[in-house]
């Protein structure tokens, strides 16, 4: 069951250092039965460990704060970042009730979403690649999606809806090593083919460039974006008519990623390496929302959250020459390791 909860990109991470360990005197030893876990033996002697995408790079506690998206908030706008407006934490029913923190409840949270006007964003407050977060847009989608999100995290953040370019930016000890623009999973009418069957199509694709990426088409907040849009699965959409069907951009829900690790203004690698700095880490995915464009100068952005164990392997499943540059990363990550 351990395998059960893995990030299926994560798990080739553990193939993937043992086969370039030897580049630098290391060897990877690979727990055998489910490959997510292992050792990192260097030629110096040093023996490091990693858990799916979590290496053994970063402090234990600055970790844990990044994964608590509200801590990681919180310390960031005190050091002065611009985090999500609005961004507030409140607890399951179980656990406000454990903490003894009523106020903070699913119907306070309610409140708080009108208090900032829908549509609001409701989210879990740990987790990664997307799951669980939500664009609402009235009372009954709030409720719907608060239930779901205290299904599989305790606490949930209520938060402004952003709008602009969604990007990630993962800084190893001082340096940028890797930008990404992150797109929402997409289809492109035809003008014949429904929204189902571009689905289809799409899935089609990633199969063919190796991505094991899963769409679910059943996804409710598919059918509550297409809803929004006047569309559902049956829809024909007219050719070169593009639209989106989740309002976040993770690649775990089919989304896409565009490298633009050499079109970066310095001002935005500045920003992401002291983020990283500040927050005691190392290793860390900055993701910016960025009202205009990664290449100019920083004006309107916002910090969307920080992570501690981003996954360096987000394209490499689009082709042998991104595959190439994901070893070379993963490389220059062991070397930083060794150290």
Same mark, same amino acid.
């Given at each position: 069951m351990k395998k059960k909860h893995a990030s299926k990109e994560s798990w080739g991470l553990g193939r993937l250092l043992r086969k370039i360990a030897p580049k630098i005197g290391a060897t990877v030893v690979l727990e055998p039965e489910w490959e997510v876990v292992g050792q990192i033996a260097f030629k110096n002697g040093r023996r490091s460990y990693f858990r799916y995408n979590t290496l053994d790079l970063n402090p234990m506690g600055s970790s844990e704060i990044a994964k608590d998206k509200d801590y990681a908030n919180f310390f960031m706008n005190g050091m002065g970042y611009p985090t999500v407006p609005g961004s507030k934490a409140f607890y399951s029913e179980e656990w406000a009730k454990a903490i003894g923190s009523p106020s903070r409840s699913i119907d306070a949270a309610y409140h708080h979403a009108q208090k900032l006007g829908f549509p609001v964003i409701v989210k879990p407050n740990s987790g990664s690649q997307g799951a669980g977060v939500m664009l609402v847009h009235n009372k009954h989608e709030f409720y719907k999606a608060a239930r779901a999100v205290f299904k599989r995290d305790r606490v949930m953040l209520v938060q402004e809806q952003l709008h602009g370019k969604d990007y990630r930016l993962v800084v190893l000890d001082k340096k940028v090593i890797s930008?990404?623009?992150?797109?929402?999973? /997409?289809?492109?009418?035809?003008?014949? /083919?429904?929204?189902?069957?571009?689905?289809?199509?799409?899935?089609?694709?990633?199969?063919?460039?190796?991505?094991?990426?899963?769409?679910?088409?059943?996804?409710? +907040?598919?059918?509550?974006?297409?809803? %929004?849009?006047?569309?559902?699965? +049956? /829809?024909?959409? +007219?050719k070169g008519q593009k639209i989106f069907l989740l309002d976040n951009a993770n690649l775990s829900t089919g989304g896409d990623s565009v490298d633009v690790t050499?079109?970066? %203004?310095?001002?935005?690698?500045?920003?992401?390496?002291?983020?990283?700095?500040? *927050?005691?880490?190392?290793?860390?995915?900055?993701?910016? *929302?960025?009202?205009?464009?990664i290449s100019e100068k920083p004006g309107a952005y916002w910090v969307l959250e920080i992570? /501690?164990?981003?996954?360096?392997d987000h394209y490499s499943r689009m082709g042998k020459a991104q595959e190439k540059i994901v070893e070379g990363l993963y490389l220059e990550v062991l070397k930083h390791m060794e150290r």
């Open positions: 930008v990404y623009e992150r797109i929402p999973l /997409s289809v492109e009418g035809n003008g014949k /083919s429904t929204i189902g069957q571009l689905l289809k199509k799409k899935q089609a694709l990633f199969i063919e460039l190796g991505r094991d990426t899963k769409i679910k088409a059943k996804d409710p +907040r598919i059918a509550a974006k297409l809803k %929004h849009q006047g569309l559902g699965l +049956r /829809s024909v959409l +007219r050499d079109k970066v %203004h310095p001002g935005f690698k500045k920003l992401a390496v002291e983020i990283t700095r500040n *927050m005691g880490l190392r290793l860390c995915g900055v993701d910016f *929302m960025v009202d205009g464009d992570n /501690s164990a981003p996954g360096l």
